[in-house]
């Protein structure tokens, strides 16, 4: 600055000073003293070229004297600057005012951010919370807002809609079947329930007919209620309706997944003259692939008396096994084909043999597993 344009500065401050009084012309009158005591830079020629920043050595400088808060450093030419001379380690990053540094218009990308000893920089003490922030400011939600996501159902709650154990239902023919035996025999297993999680109606029957006549034919209807996990008791009656004349029994027994994945069914009834039967059947599903799967199956029949009427033996009256092979075309609909055999043994095997049946007996089976 040369002292005309100190003179002028000088007339300036004084006019000032005297409408603001003498304190402020005292204070502006040291600050023309101090920078004339400076030391004055040589006049530059107007052909001179402005001496290169790189070779500025700001090592040297005393940053932290510096008023880094009066600078204008949307001014400064950033891209120009040698940040790779610059000592980073000896400034005071923690005073610096970062919030109100203009960070857009800096080419971080000439930075030599490598070099910077980050770790001794205080960014706790950075003021980092004034940058603005990205993206818009979502309005807090209001009633309104509240009001329209979740409208007045016209008093209905939604609880009254959402049964989490509602009532189902299901039919399934387990076995519908032609025999390969005298007289084209055929059989079916039958089973439908309707109810809840815990507490289901069942009605379960099954039967064979063979040359035109009904050989064996019963019904059950059965409640039950699950005890456990994979365990439901049974409890109902029985109706036989052939061989003989027809007979009822009370039921009581349990279904559910034995270990190995075994399904089972074991049931005891008791008649109204006092005889008393036990069934049970076992089966289980093997997966030769997704939809063909190989099923075999056991079951056996006792009676606590013989029934020279209906052809029944006291001890163990039947066994009966069977393997059957399905395919599921859709998993309700599933074509199958089987052997089975079974055989009479004790006194039932005797009334067998006065009726002119065969004691022991084995059959080719092909049938179909529907359910919905």
């Known amino acids: 600055m040369n002292a005309r344009h100190l003179r002028l500065r000088l007339i300036a401050l004084s006019v000032a000073a005297c409408l603001a009084g003498l304190p402020v012309a005292h204070a502006m009158t040291a600050e023309t003293a101090r920078r004339e005591e400076m030391p004055r830079a040589p006049q530059r020629s107007a052909g001179h070229e402005s001496k290169s920043q790189g070779s500025i050595d700001r090592g040297s400088m005393n940053h932290d004297s510096m008023d880094h808060d009066s600078m204008d450093h949307d001014s400064m030419d950033h891209d120009s600057m040698d940040h790779d001379s610059m000592d980073h380690d000896s400034m005071d990053h923690g005073s610096m005012d970062h919030g109100s540094m203009d960070h857009g218009s800096m080419d971080h990308g000439s930075m030599d951010?490598?070099?910077?000893?980050?770790?001794?920089?205080?960014?706790?003490?950075?003021?980092?919370?004034?940058?603005?922030?990205?993206?818009?400011?979502?309005?807090?939600?209001?009633?309104?807002?509240?009001?329209?996501?979740?409208?007045?159902?016209?008093?209905?709650?939604?609880?009254?809609?959402?049964?989490d154990d509602p009532v189902l239902a299901s039919f399934a023919f387990d076995r519908l079947e032609w025999q390969d035996a005298p007289g084209d025999a055929a059989a079916w297993e039958t089973k439908a329930w309707v109810g809840r999680s815990f507490d289901r109606l069942w009605l379960r029957s099954e039967g064979e007919r063979?040359?035109?006549?009904?050989?064996?034919?019963?019904?059950?209807?059965?409640?039950?209620?699950?005890?456990?996990?994979?365990?439901?008791?049974?409890?109902?009656?029985?109706?036989?309706?052939?061989?003989?004349?027809?007979?009822?029994?009370?039921?009581?027994?349990?279904?559910?997944?034995?270990?190995?994945?075994?399904?089972?069914?074991a049931t005891a009834y008791l008649a109204g003259d006092g005889r008393i039967a036990a069934s049970f059947e076992a089966e289980y599903e093997l997966l030769l692939t997704n939809r063909l799967i190989l099923q075999p199956l056991v079951e056996a029949t006792l009676y606590s008396r013989t029934d020279a009427a209906r052809g029944?033996?006291?001890?163990?009256?039947?066994?009966?096994?069977?393997?059957?092979?399905r395919y599921e075309i859709r998993r309700e609909f599933a074509p199958y084909v089987g052997w089975v055999w079974q055989r009479r043994y004790g006194d039932g095997a005797d009334l067998a043999r006065a009726h002119g049946e065969p004691v022991e007996d084995g059959r080719l089976v092909a049938g179909l597993r529907v359910w919905f």
Do not use: C, N
């Open 312 to 325: 029944t033996g006291a001890g163990l009256d039947r066994l009966e096994a069977g393997l059957r092979l």
């Open 113 to 163: 951010h490598g070099s910077m000893d980050h770790g001794s920089m205080d960014h706790g003490a950075m003021d980092h919370g004034t940058a603005d922030a990205a993206g818009p400011l979502l309005p807090p939600i209001t009633d309104a807002d509240r009001a329209a996501a979740f409208p007045d159902l016209g008093g209905m709650r939604m609880q009254d809609h959402m049964d």
């Open 210 to 265: 063979s040359g035109g006549r009904l050989e064996h034919a019963q019904a059950e209807l059965l409640w039950s209620h699950a005890f456990h996990p994979w365990w439901d008791l049974m409890v109902g009656i029985r109706h036989d309706f052939a061989p003989g004349a027809s007979k009822d029994w009370l039921a009581i027994g349990v279904q559910g997944l034995a270990p190995y994945k075994f399904e089972t069914k």
